[in-house]
């Protein structure tokens, strides 16, 4: 049931909740932050933006964040990579009891060699959730096949991917 209150015209207008104050004081609690951080040159954006694009080395692939898609044009840019699939294999996990299935972002094998499953994640979200046990899983699951398991976060994404290969 909404609460409409009468505006000084006349019209009906929704009355804010706290909900909605609560809520605009975060965003502005989050703009200001975002506004220093940008000014201090520690802004690292990311977004949802999903999106088909066309890579060398993937193929056609359809990302799901901007840095799906920042990572995917870095490997086209790298000599030591042999192949890279996106989104290649799943990976069952227990969740909460229940049976589900993970897809790492990146299947890379180097031209000498090395196979390593990629995951892209911010920071910020690596212990939200689920993530945890799709880590843990994709790590088991490397281990079995002989493979490296590694989460790419704004740390090695922004700085050199190079150098974790």
Not at 6 to 20: E, H, L, M, N, V
Not at 57 to 67: L, N
Request: with cysteine; charged share 30%; glycine share 4%.
């Amino acid at each position: 049931m909404r609460n409409w209150i009468k505006s000084p015209s006349g019209q009906k207008a929704q009355k804010k909740t706290i909900k909605t104050v609560k809520s605009e004081k975060y965003r502005t609690a989050a703009s200001n932050n975002a506004a220093e951080r940008i000014k201090a040159g520690t802004f690292k954006t990311f977004s949802w933006k999903q999106e088909w694009i066309k890579t060398k080395k993937c193929g056609k692939i359809f990302v799901k964040s901007s840095w799906e898609k920042m990572f995917a044009e870095k490997l086209d840019n790298n000599d030591n990579i042999e192949t890279a699939q996106y989104e290649p294999i799943a990976i069952r996990y227990n969740y909460h009891g229940s049976k589900r299935n993970y897809y790492p972002d990146f299947l890379i094998t180097t031209k000498s060699g090395k196979t390593v499953l990629c995951e892209i994640k911010p920071k910020k979200l690596l212990n939200y959730g689920k993530n945890k046990p799709k880590a843990a899983a994709g790590r088991k699951f490397c281990k079995k096949m002989g493979w490296y398991y590694q989460i790419i976060t704004e740390d090695i994404l922004f700085d050199n991917v190079v150098d974790f290969l």
